[in-house]
Each structure stands twice: as C-alpha cells, then as structure tokens.
C-alpha cells in the first residue's frame, strides 16, 4: 500500500520552516504541495530546500479547488492530506495500512492528541438543520460522521467517483459534504485514535475577515442541506427552521448568499438522489 501526502498552501513560508521536515518524516512515497498563489516567497523556497516535493502552482482556487487538484495528480490510492499546522507522528502510516485493508473504508480522520474533546463525530437533525458534536475518545477505531480535509486520508479510487470536494463550497463544509456523499453511497468513515496529530490551529483561515468566513461557514450549511437531505418528512421541518433562524435580521444576508449558489446545485441534488443507497435516517441515526 502506496501514499500520497497533499499539502494545500496559501501564503504559508513561516509553516513550511516549521513543520515540513515532521511531514515529510513519515515516510510516505509521494509529497505533492498545492500552491494557491502565494506571494510570501514560499514557492522559492520549496524550490531550494525541498526539490523532491512536487510542487503544483496555480491561480488562486480556494481550498476545495487547491486540495482537488493535488488529489488529481496523485500517483497513489491513499491520499493523506494534511494543512501545515498538523504535524503528524512519525509512525502515521502504520494504522492507515490497516484500516485501509477494509475495502469499504472511504475515509480515516486523525487523532489531535492536544485537542482531548475533538475525536469521532456524530451528525443529527435538530431544529431544521443538520449538526454535529464530537464523541468521547476511544481506545479503537470508531466511526464518524465526516473526517477533516485537513486531517485525514482519503482512498483516491472513491473520492474521484464522488467527484472529490464541491468546489462551491469554497471552504468549510466541503469535507463534511464529501463524507456524506461516501456514507450514502455506502463507504465507511473512521476516527483512529492511534493515526496521532498534533494540531497547532495556526490555519491561514486566520488571515480573512471574520465575518467573511462566518457567513461561508453558515451559507455552506444551507448549502450542504439542500444538496444533500432527501428525506421528505425532514425537508418542511428545514424550511421551518429557516424561519425560525430569520428572526435574526442578518441571517437574511447567508439565506441570499446560498440562494445565488442554487441554480448549480440542483443538478447535484439529482445525482445524489439516484446514486445514494443508504437513508438520510440511517447515516444521522449511526
């Protein structure tokens, strides 16, 4: 079993000094880094320090876009991808080659060691939408709800069926919508307590305005639901939902932001609905 390391970048030369070496460390046969067109100086430097790396520059995409072409390239099946502040154990491969052994398993989320309430997820229906909520820590592999587009592998002869990330989502939500789509199709998700990282929360989603990403985060949520959820019976309690949110004058604002993406959802909302063997009922009830 061969792996392929995708590093998405943007504007990330002081992560790169930091903690490419640790990434480079575990071992994996191939490391690709995605360039989202940085102007930091970082493409140089990769050039004169690490010219094993393969180095794909392109126009600015955004994550979703910047992590599909990494993936795209590939040469491997696993796919590891991983944002510059998560620095991975030396030994990551070695539960991945198990877990991996299982032909049903899409995805495997990693263990953030100094993160002690992040683990496994869990997604439900409450009040309209869908949400999640992390469960306790276990001693073995458990499954989850999504696993992180930054944080964990991926099996590459899956993710090209489902298309990989939806681009429209820009960031945020596009891993979550990339594991509901995998589970529907009936392919497994894991959290392995044992494929340790530690997350140093240094993202460059830091470097945007905070209001931006908030209203991304919560149009991509509408955004996730109307592409995804179709159980009859829960799609009015949404709709009330929607009412209930727009009590809040600003929610307006994320309700058009979404409405402006709809024309080009609804063609994914039919394939869903014919490919998706497994009940919107059964993933939120696991």
């Known amino acids: 079993m061969k792996f392929s390391v995708v590093i998405p970048s943007w504007n990330n030369l002081d992560l790169f000094k930091k903690n490419l070496r640790k990434i480079i460390a575990i071992g994996a046969d191939e490391v690709i880094v995605t360039d989202d067109n940085s102007k ?5 430097y990769l050039k004169k320090n690490f010219p094993k790396v393969k180095l794909i520059p392109h126009r600015r995409l955004g994550f979703a876009g910047n992590v599909n072409r990494g993936v795209e390239i590939a040469k491997h099946e696993i796919i590891i991808l991983l ?56 001693k073995t ?78 149009r991509n949520q509408l955004l996730f639901i109307w592409k995804n959820l179709t159980a009859p019976k829960l799609m009015p309690k949404h709709i009330a939902g929607i009412f209930y949110r727009l009590r809040n004058p600003g929610y307006l604002k994320v309700i058009l932001a979404a409405l402006i993406k709809l024309p080009g959802l609804i063609p994914k909302r039919f394939k869903e609905q014919e490919e998706a063997i497994i009940s919107d009922k059964k993933i939120l009830n696991l």
């Open 83 to 138: 944002n510059l502040d998560v620095v991975p154990r030396k030994d990551l491969l070695k539960p991945l080659k198990e877990d991996f052994q299982d032909p049903s398993v899409f995805a495997v989320s990693f263990n953030e060691t100094n993160s002690p309430k992040l683990s496994w997820t869990k997604g439900y229906f409450l009040k309209g939408y869908i949400i999640y909520t992390a469960g306790r820590k276990t």
């Open 141 to 218: 592999p458990h499954q989850t709800f999504w696993a992180s587009g930054g944080s964990a592998a991926f099996r590459k002869s899956m993710w090209k069926r489902l298309g990989g990330f939806d681009e429209s989502f820009k960031f945020y939500w596009e891993d979550i919508d990339l594991c509901y789509r995998a589970q529907k199709r009936g392919w497994r998700c894991l959290w392995d307590p044992r494929a340790q990282v530690t997350h140093q929360h240094e993202s460059t989603f830091k470097k945007l305005r905070k209001s931006y990403v908030s209203l991304i985060q919560e």
């Open 40 to 44: 930091d100086g970082s493409l140089d």
